[in-house]
């Protein structure tokens, strides 16, 4: 069973930055791939973020490339996205998911992923 919390949403203005974490509790979270989702009002639950579990491979929505980052700490469980640039569009829930042993693109279909957060509040001002 892998329980995943994500913390680091708030209420920012556009053009500002945030780093959302989310921490894994598991035994061996290096054989997890990472995932981050979000889902805004009115709207399906969209991919914004991957990073592989074997290579740290990462890939992104076309959305947030270049002002966006995941990245992830195995000695701390965690994995983070950080938020630059943000736009009034990138207000959502963000979640976290798992998915043991997936690669990127397996991890950008969200029913591909077993294992999910129960979201950040990420409200972008304009």
């Known amino acids: 069973q892998v329980q995943l919390v994500e913390s680091g949403g708030g209420l920012v203005q556009a053009g500002d930055s945030l780093r959302l974490s989310c921490a894994a509790s598991?035994?061996?979270?290096?054989?997890?791939?990472m995932a981050w989702f979000r889902q805004a009002p009115g709207k399906e639950r969209e991919f914004v973020a991957a990073?592989?579990?074997?290579?740290?491979?990462?890939d992104y929505a076309d959305s947030v490339k270049g002002r966006f980052a995941i990245s992830r700490d195995n000695a701390e469980n965690t994995v983070y996205l950080q938020m630059n640039s943000l736009k009034s569009e990138d207000t959502a829930v963000y979640y976290c998911?798992?998915?043991?042993?997936?690669?990127?693109?397996?991890?950008?279909?969200?029913?591909?992923?077993?294992?999910w957060g129960q979201g950040t509040q990420v409200t972008v001002s304009s």
């Open positions: 990073i592989a579990w074997i290579d740290g491979y990462t």
């Open positions: 598991v035994l061996d979270f290096s054989s997890y791939g």
């Open positions: 998911a798992a998915g043991l042993r997936m690669g990127t693109r397996t991890m950008a279909t969200a029913k591909m992923l077993r294992y």
